[in-house]
């Protein structure tokens, strides 16, 4: 069986556990802490990053949410994510990546540092000005989410694709750190409650990272 | 014809126009400023990011760097770029993020604004000790680099893929910013020796950008 070493908080874990949901590919998780000194997650990726996929009895080990995500979409037919015409195709791509990078370092990497590394390792209050930066942050990214879904169904096109799925990941963790401020994204928030209710989604929703609690709404469809 | 709107120091648009090159694909290229607020470019794409790959007569607009190369992949059969098995092509797209995330933002992004954004906008000097930071992480990837070629012939494997393509896009714009120390690196300097000589490389060698000129050794197959 795969095994996933990650972290509840990790945004690309979170992205390659949907992707798995959806495509019904069984997977353990296996829990590791990026930020302590552990030697054997440091054996399995000098990297040092989450999330690593394991299939050990295939010698198998895929490195890279993006890289793993297409793995699986070339080896299970079963619900593509990169679906369509090669323009479609290239569509999805560009979002993924805008989400992954820039999403996560305008927003998600900030908030992970101030309120979730900060009370995990230093134990420093968090830099209210950065945290004010990453909040206007997402809240222009929420407006480009709007704006998508002002003419698509979903975030790529009629159907689901990756794209929803590396943008909820981003979102379901700056959203449990307490990041985003859903008022005025009405587009947005109608497309995350019906992400938030599907079966791959509820297994996230229902964790939680040692000592850091997530906001009343965090877990739940309508908010 | 396509159309890559792109500026010669841009380690993304390098990517894409060697994957083209090595496919065989014409391309025209449009020089643009994305530092610059032009209003065309930004009509173009919203994010203000190069490479944008535009075929008008199709009506195609292709954004982000891995998203062209997986649509040429997808649709020109010539010069495989991410050729192999699912776990192969799983390994040349994790080196590909590597590189095209940590190597860039670990030491090509903070090169490109100590010399070349400061000297084309706000005409600071460099900051000395942002461009030593950016050295010594240039060095530990070019470790990385020796490391693989240790074990194999190109950086994922036995033939030439879009990971050695990604890769020299990179370390050909720190090269041409002098961000480069490449004693000590041999396999990684007799791997770059050769993928400058290759006729994919050789136009992008020849080009320079304004007002900043590259070291000597810059475009010298052996250096």
Known sequence: MWQLYQFPLCPFSRKVRLTMAEKGIAVELVRVSPWLDDDDFADLTPAKQTP???????GIVLIDSTAIAEYFEETVDR?????????????IRRLVSWFDIKLYQDAVAPLMHERMLKRLITREPPDAQALRRAMTAIDSHLDYLDYLLDHRRWLAGPVLTLADLAAAA????????GGIDWRGHKQTVDWYAVMKSRPSFRPLLGERMEVIMPPAH??????
Chains 1, 2 share one sequence.
């Open 52 to 58: 690593v996929l394991v299939e050990a009895s295939k």
């Open 79 to 91: 619900a593509p994510m990169i679906p369509g015409t090669a323009p479609n195709r290239a569509e």
């Open 170 to 177: 981003q979102l379901s963790v700056a959203d449990y750190l």
């Open 218 to 223: 965090y877990d739940k469809p309508d908010f």
